[in-house]
């Protein structure tokens, strides 16, 4: 069943709030970047048809956002 609009929203908000413990998790760009990944694809599964566009177009906000840190290792 896919979720609502509201729904979708908190759940892209809580990815992006949760990007700081992500990159702390998984310092390397590669390890980051598939454990953003794998969360939204959690967020993808569920949007409905209507909503399918704005989620994309927002996961890919938060993607080109926070993708580009800085590797600490480096």
Same mark, same amino acid.
């Given at each position: 069943?896919?979720?609502?609009?509201?729904? &979708?929203?908190?759940?892209?908000?809580?990815?992006?709030?949760? *990007?700081?413990?992500?990159?702390?998790?998984?310092? #390397?760009?590669?390890?980051?970047?598939?454990?953003?990944?794998?969360?939204?694809? &959690? &967020?993808?599964? *569920?949007?409905?048809?209507?909503? #399918?566009?704005?989620?994309?177009?927002?996961?890919?906000? &938060?993607?080109?956002?926070?993708?580009?840190?800085?590797?600490?290792?480096?």
């Amino acid at each position: 069943m896919a979720a609502k609009h509201e729904e &979708i929203r908190a759940l892209l908000t809580g990815l992006e709030a949760d *990007v700081p413990r992500l990159h702390k998790a998984y310092p #390397y760009p590669a390890m980051f970047m598939d454990a953003l990944e794998s969360q939204a694809d &959690i &967020i993808s599964q *569920v949007v409905s048809e209507n909503d #399918y566009a704005w989620a994309s177009r927002e996961i890919d906000r &938060i993607m080109t956002t926070y993708c580009s840190i800085k590797d600490p290792a480096a």
